[in-house]
């Protein structure tokens, strides 16, 4: 699960290239949820292990393990800017301001997370399941950053260096066996899809949390401090050179830490024993490429950060003074983006529940036994080229619906437009 970025208020001191990259992201992300809900796993190719994880080596394809990593990008670019449009968003208030609408936003991210979202996703009236994706963690790293965003500048930069290049430790062996697999750890940290209570979907109401937090909030925070590079003081071509020297350094870092297989991810590259390989699509140097590009998301990695938010400095300066038909185009999801978010889960499940019975399956299967998401019987769903399909689908009906909202938003001024 691939998930979105915040709007926050609209402000004078919008950024177009920021609107543009944020739009992108958010184009790619519905792919990874297209995917979640329509692919369909070739049985001779693996199975349903395929349709579970496109990132195992195992027993995917180079094209669905891209149709996968490309949207890694998202997430991280989402957090990363939400603390980017803080910092702006800071320059017209006080910090007792910002701090008090930090707080009130990031619990109202939190109940739509679970309420409007989660439904988004299950079409279950019962409301038996919470998932804490990207919302959540956005929203709850909002909580604590409204408590902390009236320290020094130089403090918050401090923070979210350690937090970001820190974290990582908690990885180590003796540690994860002491803390992992209980629920504040996980949490606050260790969740991979977690599910509790840990009986699986027997019962009655579970919490699956997706995205742990602390590592989100010091990606917030770093963005939060990024934001300077967008003072109106700074000349743009300055911000040019240091983006792309961010950039390359991240970059090169990202590197760095896949070869020397130590510290920075949980999972080191390996390169294939075409002898003993258990996969079966991926041979010699295209198992060895993935493997070093295949960096760990739950929680996100030290590689995994610098990986994707050094890209997105790189597409940040590329796109600095850029005008033209297509960022036009991208623009128009990244000023909208969570009316966008919202609305693209409800788009993409009514088409799944048109598919549902398009393929011949009845009421009776629209729930199955110990799965709390309705309409995603055994068997339903199509290969990538339908999945492809569908995305193209969703994001351009969405786009008169952004445009048609943004307009909206930036002539009127009501209360309630401060929260989509």
Not at 317 to 324: D, S, T
Request: glycine residues 6%.
């Amino acid at each position: 699960m691939t998930e979105p970025t915040v709007s926050l208020p609209a402000t004078r001191n919008r950024v177009q290239s920021i609107d543009i990259l944020r739009g992108i992201v958010m184009v790619i992300m519905a792919l990874d949820h297209v995917r979640d809900f329509f692919f369909k796993a070739d049985v001779s190719g693996g199975g349903a292990s395929v349709a579970m994880d496109p990132t195992n080596l195992a027993t995917t394809t180079p094209l669905l393990f891209f149709t996968r990593w490309i949207t890694h990008f998202c997430a991280p670019t989402f957090v990363f800017l939400a603390g980017t449009s803080i910092f702006l968003m800071g320059t017209n208030k006080t910090k007792t301001e910002l701090s008090a609408f930090l707080v009130k936003r990031g619990f109202w991210l939190i109940l739509v997370e679970v309420i409007i979202i989660t439904f988004g996703w299950t079409y279950n009236f019962s409301f038996n399941l919470m998932i804490l994706q990207v919302i959540w963690a956005i929203g709850i790293s909002m909580v604590f950053f409204g408590l902390l965003v009236r320290l020094p500048y130089w403090l918050i930069f401090a923070l979210g260096i350690i937090i970001v290049f820190g974290h990582n430790i908690l990885d180590a062996p003796d540690i994860k066996k002491q803390l992992a697999g209980s629920f504040i750890p996980d949490l606050l940290y260790y969740s991979q899809f977690s599910i509790y209570p840990q009986d699986k979907m027997a019962g009655s109401h579970h919490i699956i949390i997706v995205y742990a937090f602390i590592p989100w909030l010091g990606v917030m925070m770093l963005g939060y401090c990024f934001g300077r590079l967008y003072a109106k003081t700074v000349n743009p071509s300055w911000r040019k050179k240091i983006l792309l020297l961010l950039g390359s350094v991240l970059i090169l870092l990202f590197i760095a830490i896949r070869l020397l297989k130590g510290y920075g991810d949980p999972f080191p590259m390996s390169v294939e024993d075409p002898v003993k390989s258990p996969s079966l699509h991926l041979h010699g140097f295209i198992y060895s490429l993935l493997s070093f590009l295949n960096v760990n998301k739950y929680p996100p990695s030290l590689a995994f950060l610098c990986m994707t938010i050094g890209t997105a400095m790189l597409v940040l300066a590329l796109l600095e003074n850029v005008q033209n038909r297509i960022t036009s185009f991208f623009r128009v999801y990244g000023r909208v983006p969570m009316f966008y978010y919202i609305l693209h889960f409800y788009i993409i499940h009514t088409v799944a529940v048109a598919v549902f019975f398009a393929q011949g399956f009845t009421t009776k299967d629209i729930s199955q036994p110990g799965n709390p998401f309705f309409f995603k019987p055994e068997g339903f769903g199509f290969g990538l080229l339908g999945v492809y399909l569908v995305w193209l689908f969703v994001f351009l009906v969405l786009y008169p619906l952004c445009k048609i909202y943004d307009r909206y938003k930036s002539t009127h001024q009501n209360w309630w437009l401060k929260y989509l």
